[in-house]
């Protein structure tokens, strides 16, 4: 998670266990928008073996054989087919495994289906054109059926690079991680947030130079977040932490060695 970073570096803010593995969240983004509910990411879904789950450490099953994210969805008073919108920063596994599922009990045979039958989704089409492409390094985070039931069923919104998706709710494209990954910036009142995804995945990666091995083009990575980082200090913005383990949101300060994060909102203990 902290590609070049040496360990005795990053192993003193977060402490990884004897597999070296660390404590990451996928948390997922509800808005309750005027025109409909909108969900940006849908976190791993339930698709995956134990094999899977247990090389990284997956726990994110909830009631009924569904997940943390249907839980998460029914104590804000929703059901997955009141979803009206999805939008995928890109389709990494970890952030559109939820766009679809698997239902043991009903369809034995394994169907995949989406798992909210009434959304449309969203994601740039230059990433679903790479998860379509991959290669020997980037297969393994890109599985087809997160993806292509949702273009089965003619659900996917393909969106061109930056622009206003709905009121108050734009995309901007954030290059590195994959080189069509997309931040999502919502405006409400006088207020900013920026949905990061794996531009700054936790509150560690603030620095510069602290990107993620995983990324495919890491400079590219280097120059989206030094632009995220100015913005997100010259406006305000709120920063959203998908991955942080302990905090959801926080916005930048000017401090003696750089950006410093403040405000910020702890993580629901679980
Ligand atoms: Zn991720």
Not at 38 to 63: H, R, T, V, W
Not at 136 to 145: G, I, M
């Amino acid at each position: 998670m902290f590609g070049v970073v040496p360990k005795p570096l990053w192993s003193r803010r977060i402490v990884p266990d004897d597999r070296n593995r660390i404590p990451l969240a996928m948390r997922c983004l509800l808005i309750e928008h005027p025109d409909g509910l909108l969900l940006i990411d849908s976190g791993l879904g339930n698709k995956e073996d134990a094999k899977f789950q247990d090389i990284y450490g997956i726990s994110n099953a909830g009631p009924g054989g569904r997940t943390l994210l249907e839980a998460g969805l029914a104590e804000a008073g929703f059901g997955p087919g009141d979803v009206k919108w999805v939008i995928n920063t890109h389709l990494h596994f970890d952030h559109a495994g939820g766009n679809t599922w698997v239902d043991g009990a009903e369809s034995p045979d394994g169907r995949v289906r989406l798992t909210f039958p009434n959304a449309v989704y969203h994601v740039q089409a230059g990433d679903l054109d790479y998860a379509r492409h991959p290669n020997e390094r980037t297969r393994a985070s890109y599985l087809p059926h997160n993806f292509e039931p949702v273009a089965e069923a003619g659900r996917w919104n393909l969106l061109q690079g930056d622009g206003e998706v709905f009121p108050g709710v734009s995309v901007q494209l954030t290059p590195g991680h994959v080189p069509f990954h997309q931040g999502v910036v919502v405006r409400s009142e006088d207020e900013t947030l920026f949905y990061l995804a794996d531009l700054i995945p936790t509150r560690h990666h603030l620095p510069l130079p602290w990107i993620m091995g995983y990324d495919v083009e890491p400079l590219r990575t280097l120059e989206s977040k030094r632009r995220l980082v100015r913005d997100a200090l010259d406006q305000g913005w709120w920063l959203f932490f998908e991955h942080d383990p302990d905090v959801v949101r926080g916005r930048l300060r000017e401090g003696e060695k750089g950006p410093e994060l403040v405000d910020t909102v702890p993580a629901p203990t679980p």
